[in-house]
């Protein structure tokens, strides 16, 4: 299994996992089928304004995640777009994708990441460290908003 950045001519490859990982995981208990999208649009804003990373296992592309600053923020970044596919869920890879991305330079001149958090991923992310943002139970936009302080 290797991480590494994406190139343009996976975006698509990477959409198709995150639509099938909304589907066959628990965030399908949680959130409606307009919850399960994923545009090629997104993903290359996301690539170009920060890094994104996808995960391969021989070849194949099973997981990806993100991080870039936080509203232009050099003390803060977020972490975003954490998927895994359904079949490779729950044997390590989201928290390797999840410490990888900590270990990012945009990670190591923070002093607070963020993560949005689905409802099915707060479970997950507090296992990892981080909190509810201020301490509260916050929902926006779909998502909850977690935080670590590094």
Same mark, same amino acid.
């Given at each position: 299994?290797?991480?590494?950045?994406?190139? &343009? $001519?996976?975006?698509?490859?990477?959409?198709?996992?995150?639509?099938? /990982?909304?589907? !066959?995981?628990?965030?399908?208990?949680? !959130?409606? $089928?307009? !919850?399960?999208?994923?545009? !090629?649009?997104?993903?290359?804003?996301?690539?170009?304004? %920060?890094?994104?990373?996808?995960?391969?296992?021989? %070849?194949?592309?099973? @997981?990806? %995640?993100? *991080? /870039?600053?936080?509203?232009?923020?050099?003390?803060?970044?977020?972490?975003?777009?954490?998927?895994?596919?359904?079949?490779?869920?729950?044997?390590?890879? @989201?928290?390797? *994708?999840? &410490?990888?991305? &900590?270990?990012?330079?945009?990670?190591?001149?923070?002093?607070?990441?963020?993560?949005? $958090?689905?409802? $099915?991923?707060?479970?997950?992310?507090?296992?990892?460290?981080?909190?509810?943002?201020?301490?509260?139970?916050?929902?926006?936009? %779909?998502?909850?908003?977690? &935080?670590?302080?590094?």
């Amino acid at each position: 299994m290797i991480i590494e950045l994406i190139k &343009e $001519s996976e975006i698509q490859e990477v959409c198709n996992m995150v639509v099938r /990982a909304c589907k !066959y995981s628990d965030f399908a208990k949680f !959130y409606p $089928s307009q !919850y399960f999208y994923c545009t !090629y649009d997104e993903i290359k804003m996301k690539m170009d304004n %920060g890094h994104f990373y996808v995960v391969k296992d021989n %070849g194949k592309i099973i @997981g990806c %995640g993100g *991080i /870039a600053a936080y509203w232009d923020s050099i003390t803060e970044s977020w972490i975003h777009t954490i998927f895994v596919a359904p079949e490779y869920q729950r044997k390590g890879v @989201g928290r390797k *994708i999840v &410490e990888f991305l &900590e270990n990012d330079e945009y990670a190591k001149r923070a002093n607070r990441i963020e993560i949005h $958090s689905a409802m $099915s991923a707060i479970p997950f992310y507090r296992k990892l460290g981080y909190e509810h943002k201020n301490g509260q139970l916050i929902y926006a936009d %779909g998502h909850f908003d977690l &935080e670590k302080f590094v």
